[in-house]
Structures are given as C-alpha cells and as structure tokens.
C-alpha cells in the first residue's frame, strides 16, 4: 500500500541518513550553548491530520518563530554526490517568557497523500488518504521500535497534529508540551 | 500501491519543483559554453532493472566521470525552509575522443524498493520489488504525459538501465546514445 512505501521511504530515504549524527550536530550548535541547552537534540516529526503542511512550520503558527539552519550533512545517494540534507531549528516562546528551540518539520511524505487528494489524475479520496496516514504512522512506528535502530527511535518524536479548524492545540502549544 | 504513490512522491515532492527551471539552470551553467552546448538541458533519470542505484554514477560506470553540481534550487517544502535541491552534471567520452556532458541520476525511489527487499522486516519478494517498479514506471509516465505538465515532460527523460551481470550496454554507452 502506498503509506507503507512511504514510511520505508521516509526512512531509508532519510531518517536512517540524518538521525543518527542528528544529536552530535545540535550538540555543536550556537543554539546549545545561547539557550542554556534548552533544546533537544532530537528532530519533532509533525503529523498533521488533514495531512497538509505549511511551507515553514512560521506559516502553521506565527507563534513558532524561525531559528536558523543546522549544520548540513551530506552524502552519496543514488547518483546525486554529495547531496545536501539539513534541518532548522525554530523557537516558541513558553508563557512566563521562557524561549525554548526544538528542531521540527512535518513529514514531508504526508503532504504528498493531501497533493494527491487534490489532484484528479490520482485516485485518492478523503477516506483513503486517512487510511494510507494511518497506516504511515503505524509503519513508521513499527520500523522505529524493532531492535538495532535505537540511534533513529531515540533521535526523533512523532508529533500528531490536529488541524482541524476547531483544534484546540496550537502547533507552538504542541512544541512547547513536547 | 506502493509503486504508485512513490511515483506521485517522485513527481510532486520532486520533479514538479525541480523540473520547470532546469533548462534554465543549465544554460546559465558553466557546462553549457564551455561544451559548445553539448549537453542537454534535461534530466537522464536511470531506472535500473533491480532497482540498486549506485551512489554515484561513477560507481556504477568508471567511464562516466564527475562534472559538477549545477545551480542550487531552494524551495520552503513541509517546515524545512529553504530547502536544498541540486543535480549533478556527468561527462562521458565517445569512442571519437568527443566529450558529452550531461545531467544524470538514479531514480531515487527505486532504491527505497531494493533496500526493503533487502530488509527482513520489510514484506518485499524479488519478485513483488519488480512488479512494484513497473507500477512506479508506468504511473510515472502517466502523470508526466497529461496536459498541463509540458514543463516537466519536456524537460526530463526516463531510461531503464539493463543492470543484469551479462549486461551488453554500459552506463556510459546508454548515456551516449540517449
Ligand atoms: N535525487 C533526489 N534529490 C533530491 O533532492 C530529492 N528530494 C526528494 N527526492 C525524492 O522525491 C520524492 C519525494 O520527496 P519527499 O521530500 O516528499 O520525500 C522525502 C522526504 O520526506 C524525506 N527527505 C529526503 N531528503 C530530505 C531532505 N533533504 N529534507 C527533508 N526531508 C527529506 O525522505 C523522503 C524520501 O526521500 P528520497 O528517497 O530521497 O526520494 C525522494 C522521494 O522519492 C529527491 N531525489
């Protein structure tokens, strides 16, 4: 099924690639030192229910306000040398005033099932498209959890989004609780 | 299936971004005067047969040597601001003694398909891997052949790559001819 394909993807394609120097290049940051190490070093994966994705999560919440970029880290993949991976860091402000960073990004395979949707040449529909996010999720979580990728499953949090107009979570709410 | 929302990742998550301003990318390249404009302004996206893309085009063919990369693309894509795409120029010589130069890679998706035939925890027979590479071909295709995409189907081309051990066609030959 095709939300079982995207989550190898998403994997093999890149989560296998960046998570497991992901830690050491937060660590070696400005942001490390400047916010007293109040940032994890872990990638926030969001998951947004309607599967849709702002362009920076700044689009999603302009309470999440942008940071600046990690270190890039980049390699030899299927004839691109060299190919340039990167990840950003963004910051919310907590109510008593306290700024707290996270590195955070939607899950870019997700955003390809509501492109699908709304294309008539792809045969998706609403029901199918939750279906095939469920079954990313699940898939994800099942590649994550088996044993030896302890450096991936420790190095990211699969954060689900509920954008539904009446949501009563905000994305930085959900940053900051994270 | 899998092969087919890999092929609509392919074309949404990649090639609709990348494919419109490559023309143009590499006619502002340095390859383009410096070939006498021996080289195409279009994508060569090689589709092995069993789906293994080498890391390099280098590695799969010691006759196509490295170029360089052509301009970057940066796009903000699913909360990653700014995000970094670039192709590769290969140059490969013909038996005149006659350099070519051209924009080549692996399609990327495949090697997601070898890989989790690889991996025990994936559910992907030899066989099953092969059908799921037709999907993702055939679907391609499709997508890159309705109206309305002329910038996309212009501007790339798909050629199977024969990557049996008793092979007669090398890399470089099939880059040559196409
Ligand atoms: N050759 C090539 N160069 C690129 O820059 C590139 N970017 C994407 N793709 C391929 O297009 C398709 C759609 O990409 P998407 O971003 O939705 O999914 C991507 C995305 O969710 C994640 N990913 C990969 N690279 C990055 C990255 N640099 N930043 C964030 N996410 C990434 O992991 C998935 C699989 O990646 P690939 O397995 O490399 O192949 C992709 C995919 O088949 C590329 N292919």
């Given at each position: 099924?095709?939300?079982?394909?995207?989550?190898?993807?998403?994997?093999?394609?890149?989560?296998?690639?960046?998570?497991?120097?992901?830690?050491?290049?937060?660590?070696?940051?400005?942001?490390?030192?400047?916010?007293?190490?109040?940032?994890?070093?872990?990638?926030?994966?969001?998951?947004?229910?309607?599967?849709?994705?702002?362009?920076?999560?700044?689009?999603?919440?302009?309470?999440?306000?942008?940071?600046?970029?990690?270190?890039e880290f980049k390699a030899n993949r299927s004839g691109?040398?060299?190919?340039?991976?990167?990840?950003?860091?963004?910051?919310?402000?907590?109510?008593?005033?306290?700024?707290?960073?996270?590195?955070?990004?939607?899950?870019?395979?997700?955003?390809?099932?509501?492109?699908?949707?709304?294309?008539?040449?792809?045969?998706?529909?609403?029901?199918?498209?939750?279906?095939?996010?469920?079954?990313?999720?699940?898939?994800?979580?099942?590649?994550?959890?088996?044993?030896?990728?302890?450096?991936?499953?420790?190095?990211?949090?699969?954060?689900?989004?509920?954008?539904?107009?009446?949501?009563?979570?905000?994305?930085s709410q959900l940053l900051l609780q994270a």
């Amino acid at each position: 099924s095709m939300g079982y394909g995207l989550a190898w993807s998403y994997y093999y394609g890149y989560l296998k690639l960046i998570l497991p120097g992901l830690a050491d290049r937060v660590k070696t940051s400005t942001f490390w030192d400047a916010s007293n190490q109040r940032i994890a070093p872990k990638l926030f994966i969001l998951l947004p229910t309607s599967c849709f994705a702002h362009p920076t999560l700044t689009d999603g919440d302009s309470a999440v306000q942008p940071g600046a970029h990690l270190r890039e880290f980049k390699a030899n993949r299927s004839g691109n040398p060299q190919r340039v991976y990167r990840n950003f860091v963004y910051k919310v402000t907590s109510e008593d005033g306290q700024d707290y960073y996270c590195v955070a990004e939607y899950a870019t395979p997700l955003l390809t099932l509501f492109e699908m949707e709304e294309d008539t040449l792809a045969d998706l529909s609403k029901e199918e498209k939750l279906k095939q996010r469920a079954i990313f999720k699940s898939t994800l979580l099942d590649i994550l959890t088996r044993p030896g990728v302890k450096e991936c499953q420790d190095a990211c949090v699969l954060l689900d989004v509920d954008d539904a107009p009446n949501s009563a979570t905000s994305l930085s709410q959900l940053l900051l609780q994270a």
